[in-house]
Structure formats: structure tokens, C-alpha cells
């Protein structure tokens, strides 16, 4: 289902006009939504044919050796990100095969996979004792997230809640409308806390197994 140009632009023209800009917000959202799986199929049908082009450059036995060996970096990076959604270089990808290897199936690769948000330092992740470390203002980060995710998921919960609740007999749009995008922002601000605790996780896990290897750890 793809929205009428002229009749798209006539409704955000028609609600500028008339000062209402929730019906903007509204209808830019909507149009967003219904589009969505055709400019998702856009993205992903390009970087499928940037892997075929790479896969067959790869191939041309007249390339240098070293531009070869680029190439071949370049498609597995192009494979883990179309495989999980993830843009990594190939120096951190390399990083987080080995950290994959060293946690074992202890640790969900989901978690390796949040912590490459925070682009860690991976080049010491054969030493007995590496952990992972955390800037401070990956720290403070967090926390905000945190608090402020908390604040805004609960408070944007409850308003939205009671804003259904009175739909029947007081109707606000406006109210609902508010109170929606408090609680999805909320949720948003925690999901960004994921790769900390992912990090965390990590680092106990890559703890103990030092300790069970009777190494001095840190």
C-alpha cells in the first residue's frame, strides 16, 4: 500500500494550515509505517548487490593479491551485517569472533553483539585476563538511560493508560497522542542501556572463566 503523492501532500498542507500539527505528526508516522517493508526491501536489495559486486571482483584472477584480500574483508563484513543487522570494520569483527570463541556458549552471541555499540577496544582479547572496559561516559550514558528511560516509560505508561480510559467519555487525541510517544521514547532511552548490561555480562563471564583457568585476573 503506498500513499498518493498529491492527496499526501494536500492533507500535510491542509493541517499546517489549520495549526494542527499532531495530524502532521500523525500522518507522516502513518505514511512511514505503511512504506516501511518497501524502503526496508530497498535497503537490503542494495546491499545484497553491493555483496555480488564484491563476490565477483573477488573472482577477477588479474587483481593484486592484497586488493583480493581487501575485498574478501569487505564481504565478511558485508555478510555479519546483513546477517545481523550490524555495521562493524573489520578490525572489531575480528575482535568479536574471538571474543565469541573465548566466552563460548556461555554468553548469547546477542550480547557480543549489543556490546559492539560500544565499539570496544578487542585488541588484547587473548590475554588470560582482558575484560572489556567501559569509558565513564559510556557510564553516564547508562545511567541517564536509565533514569530518564524509567521516567518516561512508567509516566508515558500510566498517562496513556488513563488517556484510553477516557476515550469513551473525554475524548483527547492530543493526550493520547503525547502520552504514546512519552512511553515509546521511554522504552526507546532503555533499549539504549542494552549494550552496558551486555557489556557487563561479558565481563563477569570472561571473570570466571579466568578463574577457572587459575589465572591472576584482574
Not at 500522518?27 to 555483496?51: D, G
Not at 584472477?61 to 550490524?86: A, G, Y
Not at 571474543?99 to 548469547?108: A, F, I, P, R, T
Amino acid at each position: 500500500m503506498n500513499l498518493d503523492l498529491v492527496s499526501f501532500v494536500e492533507k500535510l498542507v491542509g493541517f499546517l494550515e489549520s495549526g494542527n500539527y499532531i495530524g502532521v505528526l500523525l500522518v507522516l508516522a502513518f505514511s512511514v509505517l505503511v512504506n516501511l517493508p518497501k524502503i526496508t526491501e530497498q535497503y537490503l536489495s542494495h546491499k545484497r548487490r553491493r555483496l555480488d559486486t564484491l563476490t565477483k571482483l573477488k573472482n577477477l584472477e588479474e587483481l593484486d593479491s592484497r586488493l583480493k584480500s581487501h575485498i574478501k574483508s569487505e564481504i565478511e563484513v558485508e555478510v555479519f551485517r546483513l546477517t545481523h543487522n550490524v555495521k562493524v570494520s573489520t578490525v572489531l569483527l575480528n575482535g568479536l569472533l574471538s571474543l565469541k570463541e573465548k566466552v563460548g556458549d556461555q554468553v548469547s552471541f546477542t550480547h557480543i553483539l549489543r556490546c559492539s555499540r560500544l565499539v570496544p577496544d578487542l585488541s588484547k582479547v587473548n590475554e588470560a585476563s582482558f575484560q572489556i572496559k567501559i569509558a565513564k561516559s559510556d557510564y553516564a550514558y547508562a545511567i541517564y538511560n536509565s533514569f530518564f528511560g524509567l521516567l518516561g516509560f512508567f509516566g508515558g505508561f500510566f498517562w496513556f493508560t488513563y488517556s484510553m480510559a477516557m476515550l469513551l467519555s473525554v475524548p483527547n487525541f492530543q493526550s493520547l497522542f503525547v502520552s504514546g510517544l512519552m512511553l515509546l521514547g521511554g522504552f526507546g532511552m532503555l533499549i539504549q542501556t542494552t549494550p552496558f548490561f551486555s557489556t557487563r555480562i561479558i565481563n563477569k563471564q570472561l571473570l570466571a572463566n579466568c578463574l577457572d583457568c587459575g589465572e591472576k585476573c584482574l
